[in-house]
């Protein structure tokens, strides 16, 4: 009995090629917690100076961490490109950009599927001994827009 040694022709290895789907992925960590956006979602990233500014928001704040403090160790500002107008973000430990293929990621259970659509955390994966949790933040944007809306809405 002989072993088969056929090799795949090139239509194969094309097919083959075609199942590896990736995206580029924005690295970065806030007091210690890893996260992942797409990095198509930004358009520019500069050093925190310092400045106060009414159109530059938090990264906690806007995904309403629970903690009393939060500490920003290397503090960077992401602009995010939106449809309407860039948004401007304080993020911390900017890690990499780097590419993941889609089949490293776990999809959240459907348990958590109404604190995915508060938080626009979509799935996780691992990465250096860490779990990363992939954050769409235009989902965020538009939920954090929602918000302000019924707040708006029930005081008046």
Known sequence: MTADLTFPDMENQANHKKLYVSMNLFLFAVNGIFFAMDADQISDITPYHGEIDPNLHWFHQKLDYRIQEVNYVSPVVITLKTVTTPYRLVIDAMED????????????????????????????????????????????????????????AISN
Do not use: C, M, Y
């Not at 950009?97 to 889609?102: D, K, Q, R, S, V």
């Not at 990363?132 to 944007?141: G, S």
């Open 97 to 152: 950009i780097a590419e993941l293929n889609i089949n490293d990621i776990s999809l959240l259970p459907k348990l958590l599927e109404p604190w995915t659509h508060q938080t626009g955390i979509w799935g996780v994966f691992h990465r250096k001994n860490n779990l990363v949790l992939i954050l769409d933040f235009e989902q965020l944007l538009q939920i954090n827009k929602l918000a302000v809306a019924q707040t708006i």
